[in-house]
């Protein structure tokens, strides 16, 4: 709520053991907002932008490898269309840090944040707004006069919890909002661990799985146990030949455009700084060394992203991998309605609703049979000619035609081990199809899939605005053999 502080008043409203942050409205009465943070945190304030906005922001500094978590509170005066556009930019830069928390009097009494839904023009582009900085507001209760116009917004489902309305403080009109910030919320490290093929010894790796007799190994098994046994093995010899390394996260990655050349460049300029700074060389020495690398920096760019629009078809994940990492923020999946209109935010929440959608909408039936789909495969009276349905050259043809840089999904196997190992993987691979052809088995981890749900358009709250893009095992995809 607003404070009606001014310049005027000579007395501190701090309290023992707190900083106080305030920041009063100018050149008008009432407003202002104030924020009291404990002694023992490490805070800086940061400078406001624009007096048009009535907020504050401070930066709490994380510990260890936690991130540093961005608190700000705000105050939007009833029927505010002046300042609005500032206030909607600001919300969207501020929403760009890893860690927010963003408490307020908002003056929003008509929306339904179970529903998160508004009839007036002014309300939805506040929801819009919202919606596009992937923020979660978490307060259910009203607050003041039977409408919930205190909100506590984050953009991260594990850094904000406890969220409890109190009774009114004092002599306000508005009910206290108490939650805890958990301080979940880590730098962006990772201790994913993924296979480093520039260390591989592919030519270990082929004598140890050409050492498999695997005419000898699969005879007499079923499918399942077939492809546990040829997993199995894989994986074994992968151990040996193929080293792993830490996955690199966004800000440990060399930028994609940065090459030798411009290396040596940066490294110059580095020292003609120092150089200056210590006074044994000019300004203008320093500003045309660091004009030259910036030149070399924007070319080498236009040259990247050049060929990265050029050869966008060919390679589709490298193009995609360059245009995320010019998104500063990461997307949470948005809160979803379930079954009865309840509002989830947990993550285990989100996926059994569209578990759930995407099961309700899933139809086993197809509207094409089997000759259409394989003629090739159908003879005569429609019976299957099972002799002429697999070979083992068409396998090791697939196997040699895999694009490396797809993911290898849930089962576990690469598609560059794959490719590099056809003429070893053809023969046992053949062996699993055929079978599984005849006895109409399918192993079950083919059947599974990593299932990311892509938002289309309309509101983000239907699940039935995603659609379900699955990423399965490779050699499950057995059926383009034919």
């Known amino acids: 709520m607003e404070t009606w502080w001014d310049h005027s008043h000579d007395w501190s409203a701090a309290m023992s053991g707190y900083r106080l942050f305030r920041r009063d409205r100018q050149h008008r009465r009432g407003g202002g907002v104030v924020l009291c943070i404990r002694e023992c945190f490490d805070v800086v304030g940061l400078e406001a932008r624009n ?21 700000g509170v705000c105050y939007r005066p009833p029927n505010q269309d002046e300042e609005a556009d500032e206030f909607y930019r600001q919300l969207a830069e ?9 408490v307020g009097d908002f003056n929003f009494p008509d929306i339904p944040w179970k529903h998160n839904r508004a009839q007036r023009k002014q309300f939805r582009r506040f929801l819009q707004s919202v919606e596009d900085s992937f923020l979660t507001q978490l307060v259910r209760e009203p607050t003041r006069g039977g409408a919930p116009l205190d909100l506590l917004f984050t953009n991260s489902d594990r850094l904000v919890g406890d969220v409890v309305v109190r009774s009114c403080l004092g002599q306000s009109d508005h009910k206290m909002v108490e939650f805890s910030i958990l301080g979940e919320v880590r730098k ?16 270990l790796f082929s004598t140890l799985v050409g050492r498999v007799p695997w005419e000898v190994v699969l005879k007499g098994r079923g499918v399942q146990e077939g492809w546990a046994l040829f997993k199995k093995e894989i ?12 996955k690199t996260s966004r800000r440990g990655r060399r930028p994609a455009w940065l090459n030798r050349e411009l290396w040596f460049e940066l490294r110059r300029k580095k020292r003609v700084y120092n150089l200056w700074k210590r006074g044994r060389a000019t300004h203008k020495d320093y500003k045309a060394v660091a004009r030259l690398c910036r030149d070399k920096i924007r070319r080498a760019k236009a040259h990247l992203e050049l060929n990265l629009a050029t050869a966008v078809k060919d390679n589709k994940k490298r193009f995609y991998k360059y245009i995320n990492t010019k998104r ?8 979803l309605l379930d079954a009865g ?20 909408v899933f139809s086993g039936k197809t509207s094409c049979s089997l000759d259409t789909w394989y003629p090739e495969l159908v003879e005569g009276d429609g019976e299957q000619d099972v002799a002429l349905t697999i070979h083992e050259e068409m396998v090791g043809n697939l196997l040699q035609h895999l694009d490396v840089r797809k993911s290898m999904g849930p089962g576990g196997i690469h598609p560059r081990v794959l490719r590099e190992l056809a003429e070893e993987l053809a023969k046992p691979l053949f062996i699993i199809y055929q079978q599984s052809w005849l006895s109409g088995e399918v192993p079950v981890e083919w059947r599974l899939a990593n299932v990311t749900p892509v938002y289309k358009k309309g509101q983000r709250v239907d699940p039935g605005n995603y659609r379900p893009v699955s990423l399965m095992s490779v050699p499950s995809s057995w059926s383009r053999l034919s």
């Open 51 to 71: 007096d048009k906005v009535e907020s504050l922001w401070v930066r709490i500094s994380g510990k260890a490898n936690k991130a540093s978590i961005l608190v």
């Open 235 to 246: 994986l074994m010899a992968q151990e040996r030949s193929v080293p792993t390394c830490p």
């Open 188 to 203: 962006g490290t990772s201790k994913t661990a993924v296979l480093d093929f520039q260390r591989a010894d592919f030519e």
């Open 328 to 335: 500063r923020t990461k997307e949470n999946l948005h809160p």
């Open 341 to 360: 209109g309840n509002l989830v935010t947990r993550d285990e929440e989100k996926a059994e609703v569209l578990n759930a959608f995407f099961a309700l």
């Open 94 to 102: 501020v929403a760009k840090s890893s860690a927010l928390v963003l």
